[in-house]
């Protein structure tokens, strides 16, 4: 017979602070409708629609705001596959890298920079086939995917602008220089032109494990293959060592780059800058970058960022561009407060949306309240996602492609939360931030791995758990174990306002209440959501009532919390707050002979389950009860 280990199979969620952002309202000249709803805690998503003939003309779109600042939140930059130059659409990247990133999960999602196209002219002259490659600064995962446009690429080059966070929360937008410096052991440095770039004539490419599987230069390209046994990775402030391993001369084959590989692709007059690297030869591969906007030393701290372009305004400043081409676009804008702001505006689409006149989004983005802002790709390219029910994504635009179809584009900007690991949801002050939010009329503290709850006045004190990464749809009870700081001969009631799926707020539609002794004494309930049509998809919010029922309470009362565990199944919730005392096989509390005979009488067939304690008679842990639990039970008796 197997044990069934009850513990491992509830999760303790913690309760911590955060303030609980309200839903904002803006005034948009020429607006019909508005609809807020709240996403996730603290972040709010206002769909509009404005009237034809009015300042913007027809319009529909969405805009999503969230405070960078807060805990637990994350704005990461992902291409659908491994390698850029694979287009795939928002959904698509959303799901792949959620797949990679158990830690988190999305919010809302949204198509991130232009990229290269064959209409631009780009790849002419450049490479054997079709590159798609992002046109400005973008880093994934704490890597540089690419640097700005150079000169030899584009003459519009080192001008498209960025967007990141840093690793303090501040919200960027910066125009970001790369220096890419080759280094010898003979002290001669060589100047990189850009990394993962175009294969242009005139220039030195560093291309990583980031870049494209393959750059598919032209056969007049001089190459370099570096190895790095140990690996490498390309970001500000990187000094990694190399041993050259293969050299391509003009026409020859070519190989890729990989994990422990980069490679060096000139062309032209930059050629003669590195024939002089032989194979054998130990270089350097020195990464800086510099803001020219002047937030250098927060930038060097981003891990994400997104290239954009048509910067509507900067630090209050609005600018016009002067283009009254109606564009469908996401833009994403950071706010007077510090919050950041994606919107996406649909278009090309006569009856529905026509899509804003770039020369008017600055005067848009002043009644958004936007001081910074920046243009991602638009056009068909135009898509916003937001999370759904357990593990759905739903596409909230309608994009003006074929059947309103998700085009595949460059990458996605994707806003996440952390889920926080099982070993982690403990009473500790440190994760305050992390499953907390607003309080009504009650204070807080831990102490002793007790959250003590006290009400500031008798009139609806309530808290809010967040951040609960869990499915409704899984979990069907809470156990509670508690105790009251007064005494009184009516139980205490607690109240529990829950939302998850698609009901975004707590409310009485979805709620449970359980009944806890009051005389001071640690006591366990068990919440039944089984009941509860509502309770499905993934979970939002627990709104705890601490004094759900009509009792005079004095100022200053309330609960000590010891523990709240979302069970799956009726017997875990009743198991869940049980002490396993090894040995204890009756459960009277105490391991002494008598737990032995009965260990012994069970063995033989003489009792059965219902007279141990089976968690306890697992005295070694293996899941069964055996003869070698007896041996164990005498060890421990010994000892």
């Not at 779109?61 to 939140?73: R, S």
């Not at 993962?196 to 291309?207: F, G, S, V």
Request: hydrophobic share 35%; with cysteine.
């Amino acid at each position: 017979m197997k044990k069934i280990i009850t513990a491992l199979l509830s999760l303790i969620i913690i309760i911590t602070a955060l303030p609980f952002t309200a839903v904002p309202s803006y005034a948009i000249t020429g607006q019909t409708s508005e609809t807020s709803s709240v996403i996730y805690p603290g972040i709010t998503s206002t769909h509009y629609t404005l009237g034809s003939g009015t300042l913007y003309g027809l319009q529909d779109m969405t805009l999503v705001e969230f405070d960078p600042h807060e805990e637990g939140l994350s704005v990461n930059v992902a291409t659908g596959y491994k390698n850029l130059n694979t287009l795939s659409t928002v959904s698509n990247t959303v799901n792949r890298w959620n797949a990679a990133h158990t830690d988190k999960r999305t919010i809302c999602a949204i198509n991130g920079d232009w990229f290269t196209v064959s209409y631009d002219n780009y790849s002419t002259g450049m490479a054997k086939r079709q590159l798609y490659i992002p046109l400005g600064f973008n880093m994934h995962g704490g890597e540089i995917a690419t640097t700005q446009q150079p000169a030899v690429e584009t003459s519009n080059s080192g001008y498209a602008p960025s967007f990141g966070i840093a690793s303090d929360g501040t919200p960027l937008i910066g125009c970001i220089d790369t220096t890419v410096t080759l280094r010898r052991k003979s002290g001669t440095n060589t100047l990189i032109d850009g990394i993962n770039r175009l294969p242009a004539n005139n220039a030195i490419i560093l291309y990583t494990n980031k870049g494209p599987a393959s750059n598919y230069c032209l056969d007049d390209a001089y190459e370099v293959y570096i190895s790095f046994p140990d690996g490498y990775t390309v970001k500000h402030g990187t000094r990694v060592t190399g041993t050259v391993e293969a050299i391509s001369a003009p026409g020859e084959a070519r190989l890729a780059a990989s994990d422990t590989r980069m490679i060096l692709t000139a062309r032209g007059s930059r050629i003669a800058d590195i024939s002089d690297l032989t194979v054998g030869k130990e270089i350097r591969i020195d990464v800086s970058i510099s803001d020219r906007y002047g937030n250098t030393t927060k930038w060097r701290t981003v891990t994400d960022c997104v290239g954009g372009h048509h910067e509507f305004c900067r630090n209050g400043e609005y600018f016009n561009i002067g283009d009254s081409t109606n564009y469908p676009a996401n833009v994403i804008g950071i706010t007077g407060e510090g919050k950041v702001i994606f919107l996406c505006n649909d278009g090309r689409q006569s009856g529905y949306s026509i899509g804003i006149s770039i020369n008017k989004m600055a005067t848009l983005a002043q009644e958004l309240g936007i001081v910074s802002g920046i243009y991602m790709d638009g056009g068909g390219s135009t898509t916003m996602i937001q999370q759904g029910g357990l593990g759905e994504f739903n596409l909230v635009n309608r994009p003006c492609n074929n059947n309103n179809a998700q085009r595949t584009v460059s990458n996605a900007v994707i806003l996440a939360y952390d889920v926080i690991s099982t070993d982690d949801y403990t009473f500790d002050s440190s994760l305050y931030g992390q499953f907390m939010g607003t309080s009504n009329n009650t204070s807080y503290d831990i102490e002793n791995g007790v959250l003590e709850l006290r009400a500031t006045t008798a009139y609806d004190p309530f808290i809010y758990m967040k951040n609960i990464p869990l499915s409704a749809d899984e979990y069907k009870y809470i156990a509670i174990k508690a105790k009251t700081t007064y005494s009184s001969s009516t139980p205490h009631a607690l109240g529990l306002y829950l939302s998850a799926g698609s009901l975004t707020y707590s409310t009485e539609a979805c709620k449970a209440s359980v009944t806890l002794n009051a005389n001071k004494q640690y006591d366990t309930a068990i919440a039944d959501l089984t009941s509860l049509s509502n309770w499905t998809g993934d979970i939002h919010l627990v709104r705890l009532d601490i004094f759900d029922n009509a009792v005079d309470i004095a100022s200053g009362e309330g609960l000590d919390i010891d523990g709240i565990k979302f069970c799956r199944t009726l017997a875990e919730a009743q198991n869940a707050f049980v002490t396993i005392l090894l040995g204890d096989v009756d459960g009277d509390g105490n391991v002494t002979a008598k737990d032995a005979r009965l260990l012994k009488q069970y063995l033989a067939g003489l009792v059965g389950d219902d007279d141990i304690i089976f968690d306890n008679t697992d005295v070694n842990g293996d899941g069964d009860i055996s003869a070698k639990d007896s041996r164990a039970l005498k060890a421990l008796l010994v000892s």
